[in-house]
């Protein structure tokens, strides 16, 4: 068998120079530069294009004063604003700018302006602008040069907290501002660090509750009084792995609502009175023993929404505050909730629902969680009934730890051992649920291909001391978790494990180098998005408001003992144990995991004849956000792995509109 096997590096000169003699191909974005990637038939691109033709709706506001809502969707290459004025309505775009047009907010005191936040090519230097509804103008309320991030408008709604690093470049400081006066915003606070986020704004607007991220296991809550600038601790701040991820002002402006893991594996909704020094927290949702990872209060304070995480759905619940007994909302369907909003009367709560058969669209429910209302209907050329729903797996990994994924099997047409693409989330305080695949339907439905998802060591949603496994000198442990996996699918009677892929984005593009360095007698070859390929010069060079936080999760580069083992594990460093064939994807203007990373490991492969292809995109950053370069690198993808797989073409289906 194995002399009848033609290698995959020949495979993939044979195949090209196939296409490049006998099919018509497709141009590609000007934006991006190739190296390496042949060109793409059209009848690929055009077997593959149906999949990447769907929409989703993310709730963005409500209208204050009518029932109509702002939503967050795409009709052209990027995501813009749109208002829809009814359930089932259409949607009415409002921005129309080549760059995705990332929130909104109405101005809640008549709805006549919306603040949002845009920036240039992926570069992630959002600016704070004001669009006028019945102009359609908008006015830039920033500086233009720093990164500015929305946060909450005032009880009073006139005024804005939001973050800068206007000041230093680095440091979110607290910025306030009228956005009808652009001229009024000032600098309220200075802060240090790049971890700030105001989450909520006084009932009286005397104070601004504060948010400081240390790391994903550890926050402090601060208030910040208004006129004075003057910020004082709510909890405690020699607090370690103590995380206070969301909170809000009860009615009163007596106490907090605030999701922490204070004496508990998960984050639980808590009630914590100002006045007790910190040691009087009244813990709500004990019973349910998952993360409570959203949280929204009424204007009016009479109601609080949240929604827990439960093995990777989301399950919703209404709570009244003058009881403070939560009651599940049934109604919704099971899926991955996100972007509570409740309706300036308090009487009804939006919000997204995504699943593996709908992208996402926006419903809302009553105050009582009855009267499920569905408000957009998102398309999808195929239809969604085709698309395969996730089961939960697990494995025991080298230290006896159960670690889990999700897996999407080829419909049973598909006989016989079945190719296997792990996607690595990101994060690496992320997690893997059983969300909408999108594109990558295609693998699952046209090529037969095993879709798994790993929740690797250091993945949110199964306790905190979970999430801690990999930090710093034990990040070996979670690319060990990937070797157990590959020992779980030889297991399998229906999985090919001589048929094997990784691919991942950001950390799970540093998890897919460090598997082909570790295992590549494991797998067949490996698409690596956006990944840092060496953690030093990654932290050295990703952007500054960013560093110290990164330090935390990955260990101090400064630190000798530190930079050595980074140094040590680093893929960059172990580019020669790299023997199959790789694709790279980056983002020139990438802040997060700038493109050196990529272009370093780049040209060390092309330096030792490995077979790479690159793709960078001229006009993104952290991850393709424009349709036509997404396209592109999907056809590129399904073109690799196509290849690698050994695996035919379909022939391409009649579209539609065509």
Not at 118 to 134: H, S, T
Not at 273 to 286: C, F, M, V
């Amino acid at each position: 068998m194995k002399n009848r096997r033609i290698s995959v590096a020949a495979a993939l000169l044979v195949r090209c120079a196939t296409a490049l003699a006998a099919e018509p191909v497709v141009a590609p974005p000007d934006s991006l530069v190739l190296e390496g990637v042949p060109p793409i038939a059209v009848d690929l691109a055009d077997a593959v294009g149906r999949y990447g033709e769907f929409r989703r709706a993310i709730l963005l506001d409500w209208h204050p004063s009518s029932r109509s809502i702002l939503i967050s969707t795409r009709f052209a290459n990027t995501s813009q604003l749109h208002l829809v004025s009814m359930p089932g309505g259409d949607r009415r775009q409002l921005t129309f700018f080549r760059d995705t047009v990332r929130e909104g907010r109405f101005h809640p005191d008549g709805g006549d302006y919306i603040v949002y936040a845009r920036d240039v090519g992926g570069g992630e230097w959002f600016q704070l602008y004001r669009l006028d509804v019945a102009s359609g103008g908008s006015t830039l309320l920033t500086d233009g040069k720093s990164r500015n991030l929305l946060g909450p408008y005032s009880n009073s709604g006139n005024l804005i907290a939001y973050t800068s690093t206007r000041r230093t470049g680095k440091d979110t400081d607290l910025w306030v501002m009228n956005p009808a006066e652009p001229g009024s915003d000032h600098l309220l606070t200075p802060l240090a660090g790049g971890g700030w986020t105001p989450l909520d704004w006084a009932p009286d607007d005397s104070k601004i509750l504060l948010q400081e991220q240390i790391s994903i296991n550890e926050t402090h809550l601060w208030l910040v009084n208004v006129r004075s600038g003057e910020k004082t601790p709510v909890t405690p701040r020699n607090e370690k792995n103590i995380a206070y991820l969301d909170a809000r002002f009860s009615k009163d402006g007596k106490g907090l609502y605030v999701t922490t893991d204070r004496d508990s594996e998960f984050q639980r909704l808590a009630y914590l009175p100002l006045d007790s020094r910190g040691n009087a927290y009244r813990y709500l949702t004990t019973e349910i023993p998952w993360d409570v990872d959203q949280i929204e209060i009424s204007r009016d304070g009479e109601h609080l929404a949240f929604v827990t995480n439960e093995g990777g759905t989301s399950a919703l619940y209404i709570m009244p505050t003058r009881t403070q007994v939560p009651s599940r909302v049934h109604d919704v369907p099971e899926g991955v909730i996100q972007a509570l909003r409740w309706h300036k009367d308090g009487r009804e709560l939006g919000f997204t629902l995504s699943n593996a058969r709908s992208p996402g669209d926006v419903y809302s429910v009553g105050v009582s969680g009855a009267n499920l209302v569905r408000w957009t209907d998102s398309e999808t050329e195929v239809p969604m009934q085709q698309f395969t729903t996730a089961e939960l797996v697990k494995w025991p990994s080298f230290d006896g730890r159960t670690i889990s994924g999700f897996l999407y099997r080829p419909p049973a047409r598909f006989t016989g051992r079945r190719p296997v693409l792990i996607v690595i989330h990101g994060g690496p305080e992320g997690q893997s649920r059983p969300d909408f695949l999108g594109r990558f339907n295609y693998y699952l439905n046209e090529l037969g291909v095993a879709v798994l998802e790993p929740n690797v060591r250091g993945s949110t949603g199964y306790g905190k001391t979970f999430t801690l496994l990999d930090n710093g000198l034990l990040r070996e442990g979670a690319y060990k978790d990937i070797n157990a996996l590959f020992d779980w699918i030889q297991s399998q009677p229906d999985l090919d494990a001589s048929r094997v892929a990784v691919t991942g984005g950001s950390y799970g593009g540093h998890m897919t180098l460090a598997v082909s360095t570790l295992y590549s007698d494991r797998i067949r070859c490996s698409v690596d998005i956006v990944g840092p390929s060496n953690l030093v010069t990654f932290l050295e060079h990703t952007e500054p408001y960013r560093r110290d936080l990164r330090r935390v999760e990955y260990g101090d580069e400064r630190d000798p003992k530190t930079r050595a083992f980074l140094e040590r594990i680093a893929p960059m460093n172990n580019v020669a144990r790299i023997r199959k064939p790789i694709l790279v994807v980056a983002g020139k203007n990438d802040p997060r995991v700038p493109v050196s990373e990529s272009d370093q490991i780049v040209a060390a492969l092309h330096a030792q004849s490995t077979p790479v292809w690159y793709i960078m995109a001229r006009d993104e950053g952290h991850g393709f956000q424009k349709k036509a370069n997404q396209d592109y690198q999907f056809y590129a993808t399904v073109e690799f792995l196509q290849q690698c797989f050994d695996l035919p073409s379909p022939a391409a289906p009649a579209r539609q509109n065509q």
